[in-house]
């Protein structure tokens, strides 16, 4: 068990609507990355969190956005969802500094539709 | 976005076979690490390698970071059924770029593992 909890574990959302997704971050670790993994593909990189500012962001819109707050803990958001969200939602936790490696939380799958 | 070129993209075994899968990238890497995601689970790291050309045990599982620095290879000897997952490798920039590219990670597509008993 690597420590890194997310919630919830399941939800389904409606086009358009807007999702809160939550990551608590493993206990030493100072830095939360999250990625969405679509079915039968590997982790796309969304964003990296750390000191609670964005610290690098891959290929995703605008509407995807986060937060990390004091205690580490993070929260990924996303407005005017679309059909393609669809999918699951990991987070990662390591210690920036430190070379710890990235150790992933199960994940919430999303379902848009 | 950018991911690794992962093969096989699914093995079947017989117990007991040793397994090879490799990934290659057309970009530079400074660490190579290999996860494996059981269903409903999140990825779960299984080797981490940090110099070009080292080689990595952690049990029946033997990994490489290739001399290029663009490839890296996993075997499992021995293998069983609890072995079955996708195992996914991941490319990350590492320390050298600055200490702030830990957990920002490429992965491959993955490779299907099935090991019949």
């Known amino acids: 068990e690597t420590g890194v909890t997310q919630s919830p574990t399941h939800l389904i959302k409606t086009r358009g609507q807007q999702v809160t997704l939550r990551c608590s971050s493993q206990?030493?670790?100072?830095?939360v990355s999250w990625y969405q993994q679509a079915l039968g593909q590997g982790p796309q990189f969304i964003f990296q969190y750390y000191r609670e500012e964005e610290n690098g962001r891959g290929n995703f819109p605008p509407r995807f956005s986060g937060l990390q707050f004091p205690n580490y803990s993070s929260e990924l958001n996303v407005n005017a969802l679309e059909l393609d969200d669809s999918a699951l939602y990991l987070c990662?936790?390591?210690?920036?500094?430190?070379?710890?490696?990235?150790?992933f939380g199960q994940g919430t799958r999303l379902t848009v539709v | 976005g950018q991911q690794l070129n992962q093969s096989p993209q699914s093995m079947f075994i017989q117990e007991g076979e040793d397994v090879s899968m490799n990934c290659t990238s057309s970009s530079i890497f400074n660490t190579w690490l290999w996860y494996k995601q059981d269903p409903g689970e999140g990825p779960v790291l299984l080797i981490a390698l940090y110099k070009a050309g080292e080689l990595t045990s952690n049990g029946r599982l033997t990994a490489q970071f290739g001399i290029t620095r663009k490839d890296s290879f996993l075997n499992i000897s021995a293998s069983i059924p609890s072995d079955v997952g996708i195992y996914f490798c991941a490319g990350q920039l590492g320390e050298n770029a600055g200490g702030t590219s830990y957990g920002k990670l490429t992965f491959g597509q993955g490779t299907i593992l099935t090991v019949h008993p």
């Open positions: 990662a936790s390591s210690w920036t500094g430190g070379g710890t490696e990235a150790f």
């Open positions: 206990s030493g670790h100072n830095t």
